[in-house]
Nanobody, 121 residues
Framework: QVQLVESGGGLVQAGGSLRLSCAAS????????MGWFRQVPGKEREFVAA????????YGVDSVKGRFTISGDNVKNTVYLQMNSLKPEDTAVYYC??????????????WGKGTLVTVSS
């Protein structure tokens, strides 16, 4: 089992920045990939970004490209999401995920409880 704990969410004005963190514990060696998703009530959860411990990263939502940056520390088993130039439409619960990566495909096995990001206009 892998446990994930997110932190760093909160209220920020449009144009501001936040840095989310997700610390993994437990059998982390079984989950060499970590990522971020977000969800707005009433909508499907959407993929934001992911990173694998081989050094590769990928971004899902086009609207975050150039504004959000995912990074990780595989010694600390922690992944970060630096969010800049935040917009009200970035308001969501952000979830951390851990899983596997193979041949360009991620598979998610574990989820955190989420952290709320609210961007005011």
């Amino acid at each position: 089992q892998v446990q994930l704990v997110e932190s760093g969410g909160g209220l920020v004005q449009a144009g501001g920045s936040l840095r989310l963190s997700c610390a993994a514990s437990g059998r982390t060696f079984s989950s060499p990939a970590m990522g971020w998703f977000r969800q707005v009530p009433g909508k499907e959860r959407e993929f934001v970004a992911a990173i694998n411990w081989s050094g590769g990263s990928t971004y899902g939502v086009d609207s975050v490209k150039g504004r959000f940056t995912i990074s990780g520390d595989n010694v600390k088993n922690t992944v970060y999401l630096q969010m800049n130039s935040l917009k009200p439409e970035d308001t969501a619960v952000y979830y951390c995920a851990a899983g596997k990566y193979y041949s360009g495909i991620y598979g998610w096995d574990y989820w955190g409880k989420g952290t709320l990001v609210t961007v005011s206009s």
